[in-house]
């Protein structure tokens, strides 16, 4: 059975840094590609960031040069590594990995705020 659990959310002031994990069992996230999407109250979910089985990564313009994503194998752990926070990247953030079924964690809540 596969499980994706997300962490790391929490309040932040505009331009700090968070950094979401999410943590994978029974499936292995260096063998698939990972996203990272959010989702703001009263907008559709976004694709944020990916990182191929390969190891590349793609970003959305709004995060891109702010956000990393990055994968711990050993761990069999995606990260996403967020600087310069703006309130506009308030949103639920969701981990997802598709093999030929779609897998989603449960997200973890990001706020940013003065």
């Known amino acids: 059975q596969v499980h994706l659990v997300e962490s790391g959310g929490g309040l932040v002031q505009p331009g700090g840094s968070l950094r979401l994990s999410c943590a994978a069992s029974?499936?292995?996230?260096?063998?698939?590609?990972v996203d990272w999407y959010r989702q703001a109250p009263g907008n559709q979910r976004e694709l944020v960031a990916s990182?191929?089985?390969?190891?590349?990564?793609n970003y959305a313009n709004s995060v891109r040069g702010r956000f990393t994503i990055s994968r711990d194998n050993a761990k069999n752990t995606v990260y996403l590594q967020m600087n310069s926070l703006k309130p506009e990247d308030t949103a639920v953030y969701y981990c997802?990995?598709?093999?030929?079924?779609?897998?989603w964690g449960q997200g973890t809540q990001v706020t940013v705020s003065s």
């Open positions: 997802r990995v598709t093999t030929y079924v779609t897998y």
């Open positions: 029974g499936i292995i996230v260096s063998l698939n590609g």
């Open positions: 990182i191929s089985r390969g190891g590349i990564t």
